[in-house]
């Protein structure tokens, strides 16, 4: 089933063919809405698919599944609207200082983009996910590299998004699929892709985008790589609902078998009665939690490996210990270490590294500054928190102080809540400082579109040959600024 050097080269130049048929809106517009309504047609065969090849259960896949067509829609409306083509004119003046020529501004679509689906979102993170739906949307086809976690569900939908195409006078292979590691190194240095999506592993992503970098002419590579998603409680927090923090702390790490890119994996939890508090409030609601199958044996090997190294650094504690369930599941657990350990580099800078799965590592801090110092030496991520309490909220104390320290560490910062669920919304942000991203970028909101355009600027074009979208008169009706006037 492995893609061959000349299948990979055969997907990229039909979906290269196919990039005159994305350029009319409209027609994109409802391909999208296509698309969605063929997959909500074919739920129940694509979820049974999803389960039998994951073990994520028909809840969450069909949660996902309307996550998925919602996500389409909704750039069917962002495709509509045309305000991400950021059209801006300015005619020409003569009296600035230089003088200011005719200039007409727009984004356009970069071309091919490869798209490498993650395991542990089989619809949402795969081949109609947000890499795909977003580069669609913006006029770039797609070659879809298959995640070996499910290739049969990733063959059906990729037959629903191709019979949507055919439906508008859209070739096929306007949406390529190919399988296998090498599969994926030819892609990226394919000549005729201009971008790269990829979620996945550290050790992975790198590689890809190394590889992206190196290209004769290197291309964008958007990455997610990998993130703690740190969570800070303070002592007035703690003092006011430590209860209510454990349980619901337990809810998301355990979520999906912690399988989510935004399950938080280092907590911060002040040392002292209300702390201890928290982590029995912890320990008793990830003793409840059934054992559960992770998306595969490599997976598993490597999350039992992973905790068991972390549980043998002396001075951590397990109160509930992670590990291995029964032949094909594992257990959710925690781990605890005193702050003052992750002061300094050192072996215990293995509990800064993310470990897939369902266990959180609680950082015990003496007071405010080892809890900086440990923030301090944290690496890029999607998500960070802080649980404060009613009068922190409300202005008093360093909640103000906290946010500004956690702002340099992601792309979310949440007040008062959990990381895990990633809304699809026009201001959300799923990203954040490398290793979490390697770009600036978002996947998953309205602005994902922006990481498959550029923009071209036209000077002294007759109007003539101006493309509609930047004639003064504005026939397409988009929203634009026209001579520094914002129009909508």
Same mark, same amino acid.
């Given at each position: 089933?492995?893609?061959?050097?000349?299948?990979?080269?055969?997907?990229?130049?039909?979906?290269?063919?196919?990039?005159?048929?994305?350029?009319?809106?409209?027609?994109?517009?409802?391909?999208?809405?296509?698309?969605?309504?063929?997959?909500?047609?074919?739920?129940?065969?694509?979820?049974?698919?999803?389960?039998?090849?994951?073990? &994520?259960?028909?809840?969450?896949?069909?949660?996902?599944?309307?996550?998925?067509?919602?996500?389409?829609?909704?750039?069917?409306?962002?495709?509509?609207?045309?305000?991400?083509?950021?059209?801006?004119?300015?005619?020409?003046?003569?009296?600035?200082?230089?003088?200011?020529?005719?200039?007409?501004?727009?984004?356009?679509?970069?071309?091919?983009?490869?798209?490498?689906?993650?395991?542990?979102?089989?619809?949402?993170?795969?081949?109609?996910?947000?890499?795909?739906?977003?580069?669609?949307?913006?006029?770039?086809?797609?070659?879809?590299?298959?995640?070996?976690?499910?290739?049969?569900?990733?063959?059906?939908?990729?037959?629903?998004?191709?019979?949507?195409?055919?439906?508008?006078?859209?070739?096929?292979?306007?949406?390529?699929?190919?399988?296998?590691?090498?599969?994926?190194?030819? &892609?990226?240095?394919?000549?005729?892709?201009?971008?790269?999506?990829?979620?996945? *592993?550290?050790?992975?992503?790198?590689?890809?985008?190394?590889?992206?970098?190196?290209?004769?002419?290197?291309?964008?590579?958007?990455?997610?790589?990998?993130?703690?998603?740190?969570?800070?409680?303070?002592?007035?927090?703690?003092?006011?609902?430590?209860?209510?923090?454990?349980?619901?702390?337990?809810?998301?790490?355990?979520?999906?078998?912690?399988?989510?890119?935004?399950?938080?994996?280092?907590?911060?939890?002040?040392?002292?009665?209300?702390?201890?508090?928290?982590?029995?409030?912890?320990?008793?609601?990830?003793?409840? %939690?059934?054992?559960?199958?992770?998306?595969?044996?490599?997976?598993?090997?490597?999350?039992?490996?992973?905790?068991?190294?972390?549980?043998?650094?002396?001075?951590?504690?397990?109160?509930? %210990?992670?590990?291995?369930?029964?032949?094909?599941?594992?257990?959710?657990?925690?781990?605890?270490?005193?702050?003052?350990?992750?002061?300094?580099?050192?072996?215990?800078?293995? &509990?800064?590294?993310?470990?897939?799965?369902?266990?959180?590592v609680v950082v015990r801090y003496e007071d405010e500054s080892e809890a900086t110092a440990v923030l301090s030496r944290l690496?890029?991520?999607?998500?960070?928190?802080?649980?404060?309490?009613?009068?922190?909220?409300?202005?008093?104390?360093?909640?103000?102080?906290?946010?500004?320290?956690?702002?340099?560490?992601?792309?979310?910062?949440?007040?008062?809540?959990?990381?895990?669920?990633?809304?699809?919304?026009?201001?959300?942000?799923?990203?954040?400082?490398?290793?979490?991203?390697? *770009? %600036?970028?978002?996947?998953?909101?309205?602005?994902?579109?922006?990481?498959? &355009?550029?923009?071209?600027?036209?000077?002294?074009?007759?109007?003539?040959?101006l493309p509609k979208e930047l004639r003064d008169e504005n026939p397409l009706g988009l929203p634009r600024r026209f001579d520094?006037?914002?129009?909508?």
């Amino acid at each position: 089933m492995e893609a061959t050097a000349q299948e990979v080269d055969a997907a990229v130049g039909a979906a290269h063919a196919a990039r005159a048929a994305l350029a009319d809106r409209s027609v994109r517009s409802a391909f999208l809405r296509s698309a969605a309504a063929g997959l909500d047609a074919a739920r129940d065969g694509l979820v049974e698919t999803a389960d039998a090849e994951t073990a &994520l259960g028909p809840v969450r896949l069909t949660g996902e599944l309307a996550r998925t067509t919602y996500q389409l829609r909704a750039f069917a409306d962002i495709v509509d609207e045309g305000a991400f083509l950021d059209v801006v004119i300015n005619h020409p003046d003569d009296t600035a200082t230089p003088p200011i020529p005719d200039l007409r501004r727009y984004k356009v679509p970069l071309g091919v983009v490869a798209v490498y689906s993650a395991s542990n979102f089989p619809f949402a993170f795969s081949v109609a996910g947000g890499d795909t739906a977003s580069a669609l949307a913006a006029g770039c086809p797609v070659v879809v590299k298959a995640h070996p976690d499910h290739p049969a569900l990733s063959e059906l939908v990729a037959k629903v998004l191709r019979r949507a195409a055919a439906e508008h006078g859209i070739p096929e292979g306007v949406v390529g699929l190919v399988h296998g590691f090498d599969a994926g190194i030819e &892609l990226i240095r394919h000549p005729l892709v201009t971008a790269a999506g990829f979620t996945g *592993s550290v050790r992975g992503g790198r590689a890809l985008f190394d590889a992206a970098a190196a290209r004769p002419a290197p291309i964008p590579f958007h990455g997610e790589l990998g993130s703690l998603n740190p969570v800070v409680v303070t002592e007035a927090a703690a003092a006011e609902r430590a209860e209510a923090i454990g349980s619901g702390l337990a809810g998301s790490m355990t979520l999906g078998v912690g399988q989510f890119c935004v399950k938080p994996g280092l907590v911060l939890v002040p040392s002292g009665a209300d702390g201890d508090a928290l982590v029995k409030a912890l320990t008793d609601a990830v003793s409840d %939690t059934d054992a559960g199958v992770l998306l595969d044996h490599r997976m598993r090997d490597n999350f039992i490996a992973g905790v068991s190294e972390r549980a043998q650094l002396p001075e951590v504690e397990s109160p509930v %210990t992670p590990g291995a369930g029964g032949e094909h599941t594992v257990s959710a657990g925690f781990l605890t270490v005193p702050a003052q350990k992750l002061a300094e580099e050192g072996a215990y800078d293995l &509990l800064l590294e993310e470990c897939f799965g369902p266990v959180t590592v609680v950082v015990r801090y003496e007071d405010e500054s080892e809890a900086t110092a440990v923030l301090s030496r944290l690496p890029g991520n999607l998500t960070a928190t802080v649980h404060l309490s009613g009068g922190e909220a409300a202005g008093e104390g360093r909640g103000a102080e906290i946010l500004a320290e956690l702002t340099p560490l992601a792309g979310r910062v949440l007040v008062n809540g959990w990381p895990t669920g990633v809304a699809v919304a026009p201001a959300q942000h799923h990203g954040g400082p490398y290793p979490a991203t390697t *770009s %600036t970028s978002t996947s998953v909101g309205g602005t994902a579109i922006e990481r498959w &355009l550029r923009p071209v600027v036209y000077q002294g074009a007759p109007e003539a040959l101006l493309p509609k979208e930047l004639r003064d008169e504005n026939p397409l009706g988009l929203p634009r600024r026209f001579d520094g006037v914002l129009e909508r």
